[in-house]
């Protein structure tokens, strides 16, 4: 599966963004799929995933309330609806698909990826 992000923009602290990530291929629906981020001069990071099925998600602590991750197999598309934003929410944001079962989060288990979007949060 090829992944394409879209979405990112620069917004006020408390607003919203929705990404979107399309995947090509008929293979997208054998795929669990994560939203990673990486913060300016720091180390990418796990925001959410969902199974393939849609049935299971997970969230990291700090956008758990906030972000809701979904997805349309019929379109191919992977979403991200960011909410109430916060300017600790920068950073380039990237798709990415993974058949590792067990829920995993480590970016290691995640190929391929999508190329980044930036989200710029600003005060």
């Known amino acids: 599966v090829q992944l394409q992000a879209s979405g990112g923009g620069e917004v006020q602290a408390g607003g919203s963004l929705t990404l979107s990530c399309a995947g090509s291929?008929?293979?997208?629906?054998?795929?669990?799929m994560g939203w990673f981020r990486q913060p300016p001069g720091k180390e990418r990071e796990f925001v959410a995933r969902?199974?393939?099925?849609?049935?299971?998600?997970r969230y990291a602590d700090s956008v758990k309330g906030r972000f809701t991750i979904s997805r349309t197999n019929t379109k191919n598309t992977l979403y991200l609806q960011m909410n109430n934003l916060k300017p600790g929410d920068t950073a380039v944001y990237y798709c990415?698909?993974?058949?590792?079962?067990?829920?995993?989060?480590?970016?290691?288990?995640?190929?391929?990826w999508g190329q980044g979007t930036l989200v710029t949060v600003s005060s």
């Open positions: 990415a698909a993974t058949t590792v079962v067990g829920g995993t989060t480590d970016p290691h288990d995640f190929y391929p």
């Open positions: 291929g008929r293979s997208f629906i054998n795929h669990h």
């Open positions: 969902i199974s393939r099925n849609a049935a299971a998600t």
